[in-house]
């Protein structure tokens, strides 16, 4: 498995930015397909974002689309989430997830890293 490590979170402002990075270490980094979850207190985990391999194709939950991008410099295992026009629902824990070869399953995960969004 590749091992993640996810940074940037924080407290910020409704309206402010934040980026996330995650850095994988121990396997190839591109040959895994890369997601952004986020789980807020009594709430379902929600994948928000996702990016291939190559980086050539990414998705966007509703809640998010349009105001977060999701990208990824194999060059440096790493994995990004810009997040503009935050806002309070928007606070959660943001874990990376790491899928060997785009099947469609997230088998190693970082440790998360907090969000909090004040109105």
């Known amino acids: 498995q590749v091992q993640l490590v996810e940074s940037g979170g924080g407290l910020v402002q409704a309206g402010g930015s934040l980026r996330l990075s995650c850095a994988a270490s121990g396997r190839t980094f591109s040959n895994y397909a890369m997601g952004w979850f986020r789980q807020a207190p009594g709430k379902e985990r929600e994948n928000v974002a996702a990016?291939?391999?190559?980086?050539?194709?990414?998705y966007y939950s509703r809640s998010v689309k349009g105001r977060f991008t999701i990208s990824r410099d194999n060059a440096k295992n790493t994995v990004y989430l810009q997040m503009n026009s935050l806002k309070p629902e928007d606070t959660a824990v943001y874990y990376c997830a790491a899928d060997y070869g785009g099947a469609g399953r997230y088998d190693s995960w970082g440790q998360g890293t907090q969000v909090t969004v004040s109105s």
């Open positions: 990016i291939s391999m190559t980086g050539g194709y990414t």
